[in-house]
């Protein structure tokens, strides 16, 4: 209980009451300041079918990766497949991976992302598939191409043999799963001995997330710019998972680097790594677009970055500096 009235205690009392009264009016006015935008809310639709094929502008898409604990490797190399799986010109798009870790298992795991790019590319062309994130896409919830895939869903061929391609990449994808799950336990394996007693000539193995080398290097290639058909089922007595011979089997470009970072210096976390990555792109591929995303964050719809050109195209749009996606 307050008992004592003493002077210094009510003035005490005020300035509480003031800060409190100042606290409120604050509030008030952000909140005011809140609901102005939301006044006049632009909406903009896109019609991605009204693009001209020939005038898409070359993309290039940032995936920053910083710790391969907090940030599973097969998390990335899913974000890295719904990338080179968006329906977008081959020849226009390249994705960047940076990695801050500096480590072998990321780059060991984007290279195994690049190999299964070779078939999931062409498979999800070939069938229109949604989402083009592979876990996504063969986890048994997914409303959309999951197990529970509906015959109305599907653009493709004709069904048994969506069934028979999806059953035979669904079994690579395990493999890769396997393979990513291995480099895991080499990496954690590696990391539970000396690093001093490991005298293997690695460069990558002498670093650590906080202190290595810089790197870049071009995983994949830009393909030509002219469709080029696969092979069918069976060619010259070999077998192939797939008949692509109707399917453009081009993949997009992929690009994994590591920016240097030496320990007592300051990075700016992801700031510094889109830094790094602009100006390897600058030289690699110069894209008069970037998209960005964590590694965490895959394109869920294969139609994202040409509705993301849709905006930026547009006549009206040319005062849009940027478009953010939910
Ligand atoms: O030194 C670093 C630290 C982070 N990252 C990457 O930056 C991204 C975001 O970092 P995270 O720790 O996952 O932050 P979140 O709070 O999950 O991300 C949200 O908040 C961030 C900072 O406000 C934004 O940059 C992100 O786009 C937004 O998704 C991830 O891809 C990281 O790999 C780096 O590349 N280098
Ligand atoms: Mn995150």
């Known amino acids: 209980m307050i008992s004592s009235t003493g002077t210094d205690d009510k003035s005490t009392v005020l300035g509480m009451w003031m800060v409190s009264i100042a606290g409120e009016l604050w509030f008030a006015l952000m909140w005011m300041l809140d609901q102005l ?43 890295i497949l719904s990338i080179l799986a ?53 986890s048994p919830g997914a409303s959309n191409g999951g197990v529970k895939a509906r015959r109305g869903d599907y653009k493709g061929r004709a069904w048994p043999e969506l069934a028979r391609d999806r059953r035979r990449v669904r079994r690579e994808y395990e493999e890769l799963r396997l393979r990513i799950d291995a480099l895991q336990a080499e990496d954690l394996r590696w990391r539970q001995r000396s690093t001093t007693s490991l005298a293997d000539g690695s460069c990558w193995r002498r670093g650590t997330a906080e202190d290595h080398a810089g790197a870049v290097e071009l995983v994949l290639d830009t393909p030509g710019s002219t469709p080029q058909l696969g092979v069918s089922t069976t060619v010259g007595g070999v077998s192939n998972l797939l008949d692509l011979s109707s399917v453009d089997v081009r993949v997009p470009a992929l690009v994994y680097m590591c920016r240097e970072k030496r320990r007592g210096r300051v990075h700016h976390g992801k700031a510094g790594a889109m830094n790094a990555l602009l100006r390897a792109s600058a030289v690699l591929s110069n894209a008069p677009f970037i998209v960005n995303l964590d590694c965490d964050h895959y394109v869920n719809n294969s139609q994202a970055l040409r509705a993301g050109v849709c ?9 849009v500096a940027f478009v953010q996606f939910p």
């Open 37 to 79: 935008p939301k006044m006049q809310p632009v909406r903009r639709t896109v019609f991605v079918s009204a693009l001209d094929e020939s005038m898409l502008p070359a993309m290039d898409v940032f995936v920053t990766t910083a710790d391969t604990e907090k940030e599973p490797p097969l998390v990335t190399v899913n974000t």
């Open 86 to 138: 968006a329906d977008y010109p081959a020849e226009k798009l390249t994705c960047y991976v940076s990695d801050d870790s500096g480590a072998l298992l990321t780059h060991d795991a984007v290279a195994e992302a690049a190999r299964f790019a070779g078939l999931w590319v062409p498979f999800c062309r070939k069938h229109a598939v949604e989402p083009r994130n592979p876990e996504a896409y063969f």
């Open 311 to 319: 905006h930026m195209l547009d006549g009206e749009g040319s005062d």
